[in-house]
Nanobody
Framework: QEQLVESGGGLAQPGGPLRLSCTAS??????????MSWYRQAPGLKRALVAT????????NYPRAVQGRFTISRDKANNPVYLQMNNLKPEDTAVYFC?????????WGQGIQVTVSS
């Protein structure tokens, strides 16, 4: 059974950092063949792309809402995948989802709550 499990969410102060992790398991081909992304869904809004891990030699095209503050990366073993969030704002409050795409399907994690509030 293919699984994506997010961790590291919770309550953060405005201006503070938070790092999300996405751990993949059950993918027989390994995480190296997966295209990994982070999405988020804020209250009352539709789910939106946050970042996709880039191909070699390419830069990440972050949405303006997170540009300069968020960074997607992978561990040296390509698992887990991270979303480093700095200078958090209240409008970053959302459920964050890890996704993986291979030749067979698109897979979603359960989502993890991030709340930015003082």
């Amino acid at each position: 059974q293919e699984q994506l499990v997010e961790s590291g969410g919770g309550l953060a102060q405005p201006g503070g950092p938070l790092r999300l992790s996405c751990t993949a398991s059950g993918f027989t081909g390994g995480i190296s063949v997966l295209t990994m992304s982070w999405y988020r869904q804020a209250p009352g809004l539709k789910r939106a792309l946050v970042a996709t891990h880039p191909k070699f030699g390419h830069a990440v095209n972050y949405p303006r809402a997170v540009q300069g503050r968020f960074t997607i990366s992978r561990d040296k073993a390509n698992n887990p995948v991270y979303l480093q969030m700095n200078n958090l704002k209240p409008e970053d409050t959302a459920v964050y989802f890890c996704t993986a795409i291979n030749d067979a399907s698109t897979y979603w994690g359960q989502g993890i709550q991030v709340t930015v509030s003082s």
